[in-house]
């Protein structure tokens, strides 16, 4: 049994997360451990800590996934990805494949059948949209509205547009969390920044603001001996081009990955892009005999672009974290 500190995020405000088309029009509803932790070393230099020269925090994050929490006093609901991994339903009548293609998130007690078992028992009922769980939740707790906005030129020389921009509200007392491990000090001096100065696109309007507090997961992980598979939880750039061979080598692997990049946040440089890297989701499956029931791997990478910025310079790194979260899972 895996013990975890998780962080539970509460947006007191709406919040935009631009994909990777950069269309306003559309948000994701959650957020990478890539980017949070972008935004978190971000915080740490704003307020003078010095960043160390491999970027590296000293401690590791998931990807923010969401919880369900009725209020305050209510015990939360938390999900997980549903792993790249071909798991057999007990046939059931009552189910369509429809509905069980549309599961994203499973909740602890599935997330762990589904790291331990090949074939799981789902009752109709179980099935709420993308989530599958025995708990009462509103299913819809996740919600999305796009309203119209206009960009006016800073300079007056171009005639105001008008845009849509879709933001993500989080009903009752629910949010996003994220697993954490490794030393706290730096996490939390980041987080009572971060909290005020917003996550996502247009906070300067009042977008991504949040509270957070603290609480504890157990996850019931198969031995780590007893299997040679291990599933990602946080977005994972691998430190090798060897170790990735070897990561993929299995017959079972499963996994999909995006491409990271974006602009540059730092002023005057906002109109500069980021170098891209592609990197793994959470839920990926590769395979990995691991050392422990839990193990970190990946690396840190710097993705200033080499170019000409002119008379200024930009002086610092632009780091972006693939280091993940490792537990096995039996294939």
């Known amino acids: 049994m895996l013990e975890f500190g998780v962080y539970k995020l509460h947006f007191t405000t709406p919040v935009h997360l631009g994909d990777n088309r950069e269309d306003y029009g559309v948000s994701l509803k959650t957020i990478q451990s890539d ?37 305050k006093d209510s015990q939360a609901v938390y999900f997980l990805p549903k792993p790249y991994k071909k798991v057999s339903i007990r046939e059931n009548p009552d189910l369509d494949a429809k509905s069980l293609k549309k599961i994203q998130w499973l909740d602890i ?21 993308e989530y599958l769980t025995s708990c009462e939740i509103d299913k ?30 989080f009903k009752d007392y629910s949010g996003l969390y994220f697993i954490m491990g490794g030393a706290v000090n730096l996490l939390h001096e980041a987080l009572d920044v971060l909290q005020y100065e917003g996550i996502g696109t247009d906070r300067n309007v009042g977008n991504g603001f949040f509270t957070y507090d603290t609480d504890e997961i157990e996850i019931a992980v198969p031995d780590e001996r007893e299997t040679d598979y291990a599933l990602a939880l ?9 170790q990735l061979q070897t990561m993929l080598s299995g017959k079972d692997v499963g996994y999909d990955f995006m491409r990271r990049g974006g602009w540059l946040t730092t002023p005057p440089f906002n109109t500069f892009r980021k170098n891209a890297v592609y990197a793994f989701t959470p839920g990926s499956v590769f395979s990995a005999q691991l050392d422990d029931d839990v193990d970190i791997m990946g690396k840190i990478v710097n993705l ?6 002119g008379e200024q310079k930009l002086e610092h790194p632009v780091w972006r974290s693939g280091k993940s979260f490792f537990i096995p899972i039996k294939m």
């Open 304 to 309: 200033k672009p080499d170019i000409d910025f």
């Open 234 to 242: 946080s977005m994972f750039i691998p430190q090798s081009k060897e």
């Open 140 to 169: 819809d707790f996740i919600t999305s509205e796009v309203s119209p906005r206009v960009a006016v030129s800073r300079t007056a020389g171009e005639d105001a547009r008008p845009f849509y921009m879709d933001r993500v509200f």
């Open 109 to 129: 007690r599935f997330f762990e059948k589904y790291l331990n078992e090949s074939t799981v028992d789902v009752d109709k009922k179980e099935v709420k949209g």
């Open 35 to 71: 980017t949070m932790y972008a935004a978190l070393t971000a915080c740490l230099a704003k307020i003078g800590k010095t960043i160390p020269k491999d970027g590296d925090l000293d401690f590791t994050i998931s990807s923010l996934f969401p919880f369900y929490q009725k209020d």
